[in-house]
């Protein structure tokens, strides 16, 4: 024992007996099942200031010493704890891993952040047992470094002597737990566009196997170094390395949020206020004109309904899935970033750049232990019990788009890849943006044929909006002197800001600020997000189900015919349900009431008028979205079909000439040529048609 490390053993036997006394005896009660005495690190401050000094500058020795002390602490029952550790928790010294510095090495310090990766937990030897396979005795060596030690001075019986050979004998060596983690920055606390940078993690005995990646956690250890190998001998360059002493998990919920008692007064108080909606309607993104509909939705997005667990095992989801579709240039992008700002915990990706394993999880070789694999969450995963917005999910890869089907229904992520099996938990909300195909929008085209996005998937979102750039006088001259209002705002402001000769008065700075300055603050607004999602579970009304129930069989029935399209399915009543009880949650209200249900009937009906109508007949088709062709369409398709038949049937080789077919669809049928030869091209790119050549069609 160094001279520290006995000076301070008195003090720590002190110490463990004044405060941790009944701690110390449950821990025997329950040694060997229980290894770790927790300690508060303040504790130990009001204990004595200059030990916990001691502690942050030197954890290498007082750890040990501490853990030396509690084993020699008389107790009151036969129990020796050998193996037992001393954990200490809440220390002071965060650092964030990007700052950490050489300064910091062998110091005490505390790292926060999100586990990226975890290797399988395995074990490690800590004391060898060898045999001398000559005389059969045993010499037991420490190993402590990571090269594993043999006994250098040979054999240590003295008739012997001899430099081996030597076995190792597991049964008679000691062996303790050890895992390998990676913990990053949360995405939260990052400054844009900087990368996110880890840290490796050591933890061992009874540190392991408690996490998994997508967990936040705080990491109290001690920072190592470690010499990098190269192939011509070691390099001058050490990798820092965070060796565990305890780990605190933070709830996975928004309480990174701190929610003050002055601010939970501000929440109760806004959600009294009658005016409530209107207020969280403006505070979405007031930079933006208008769209008070699509506002509203997000708005709801952000609180989200309630998630069901039912007996049998299976979960309803709670998120609502939103997209918009339009034009270019209408501030879609715009939206999507305010509403990831407003998220208590928002991932923003854009649809080009991520790939599937980007967006949901990836199978990585690991270079922390002998490039075995492991597994890498993406940013679904990153975004969990939160919001993730993807932008132009049009050009996504096809593979990539169907990875997302799954995360959308089940709020689950499987892979399975390179002999590993796992399913990872994504239970955030999906906010996409896409583009029309040709660009600009077409209003007399369905609405999948302009997305080049499977139907499946579409099918999948609760609400589709339609941005729509038309030219209007009135709304044109609003919507620029809006722009240029907050132009003018933010000129002032930053001149203001960064020139000292400035004339311009604060007063002044502020009124001119006022039409684009969010009723509620973004911190406000995401704290009462935060405390109704966590809060408020509310329950429907019996009058507002009987409304719901109503609104969605009226709405069948009109598909009873025998040559009407099915206007709704049950995916659109789940969202009006998700809607409604969002809905519940901005009022923090634990009832949905009639009124509820009848705003998110006016949302779901002005998106299913947008999006759900055959273009040709103006009745609601499901099949729209669903299977991306109309019923009207499948029925000429169905006419053209028969058509090419009885035309080819007149000529040799059963090839039909295409003119003609136009003719007989356009005068029998009313048919006209644009929309005969659409579906001809489809009916070929389905492989229903051949084209020998190209005035000629065949039926395969």
Known sequence: MTERESKWDEKLKRFFKDYYWNEILQLANEYPDQRSLIVDFTDIEKFDRELSKEFLEHPGELIPAAEAALKEIDLPVEKNLEQAHVRIVKIPNRVSIRELRSKH?????????????????????????????RCGHLTIVEQNSFKFEEPF?????????????????????TFVDAQKLQIQESPENLKGGSQPQS??????????????????????????????????????????????????????DFDELEITPEDEEKILELSRDPEIYDKIIHSVAPSIYGYEDIKEALALQLFSGVVKNLPDGSR????IHIMLVGDPGIAKSQLLRYVVKLSPRGVFTSGRSASASGLTAAAVKDDLNDGRWTIEGGALVMADMGIAAVDEMDKMKAEDKSALHEAMEQQTISIAKAGIIATLKSRC??????????????RYEGLAEQIS????????????????????????????????????????????????????????????????????????????????????????????????????????KTGEG????????????????????????????????????????R???????????????????????????????????KILKEIIKKVSEKYPGAKAPLEEVYAIAEKEHGIDRTHAEENIRKMKQRGDLLSPDQNHVRLV
Do not use: W
Request: aromatic fraction near 6%; glycine fraction near 6%.
């Open 105 to 133: 090495l062998s110091r005490f310090v505390a790292v926060e952040g999100m586990i990226r990766k975890a290797t399988e937990v395995r074990p490690r030897i800590t004391k060898a047992a060898f045999q001398c396979l």
């Open 153 to 173: 001075g040979g054999c240590e019986n003295d008739t012997c002597g001899k430099k081996g050979p030597f076995k190792v004998i597991i049964e008679e060596s």
């Open 199 to 252: 840290l490796e993690v050591d933890s061992e005995d009874d540190l392991t196997g408690n996490v998994t990646p997508g967990d936040r956690v705080i990491i109290n250890g001690i920072l190592k170094s470690r010499q990098r190998t190269l192939r011509d001998g070691k390099s001058t360059f050490y990798d820092l390395v965070l060796e565990a002493n305890s780990i605190e998990q933070l709830d996975k």
């Open 316 to 319: 309803i989801r709670g998120d």
């Open 429 to 442: 909300a999906l906010l996409g943006a896409a583009n029309p195909k040709y660009g600009r929008f077409d």
């Open 453 to 556: 996005m499977p139907p499946a998937l579409l099918s999948r979102f609760d609400l589709i909006f339609v941005l729509l750039d038309t030219p209007n006088y009135a709304q044109d001259s609003r919507i620029a002197s809006h722009i240029l209002q907050s132009h003018y705002a933010g000129e002032l402001f930053e001149q203001r800001e960064k020139l000292p000769s400035s004339q311009i008065t604060e007063d002044f700075v502020d009124a001119e600020m006022e039409a684009i300055e969010p009723v509620i603050q973004a911190d406000l607004m995401r704290k009462y997000v935060a405390y109704a999602r966590k809060n408020v579970f509310p329950v429907m009304e019996e009058d507002a189900r009987a409304h719901l129930i109503k609104f969605y069989t009226d709405l069948r």
């Open 562 to 601: 025998k040559n009407t399209p099915v206007p709704v399915t049950a995916r659109q009543l789940e969202a009006l349900v998700r809607l409604s009880e969002a809905s519940a949650r901005v009022r923090l209200s634990n009832t949905v009431t009639l009124e509820d249900t009848k705003r998110t009937i």
């Open 603 to 637: 949302i779901v009906m002005n998106c299913l008028k947008n999006v759900g109508v055959d273009p040709e007949t103006g009745a609601l088709d499901a099949d729209i979205i669903a299977s991306g062709t109309s019923m009207s369409q499948r029925n000429k398709i």
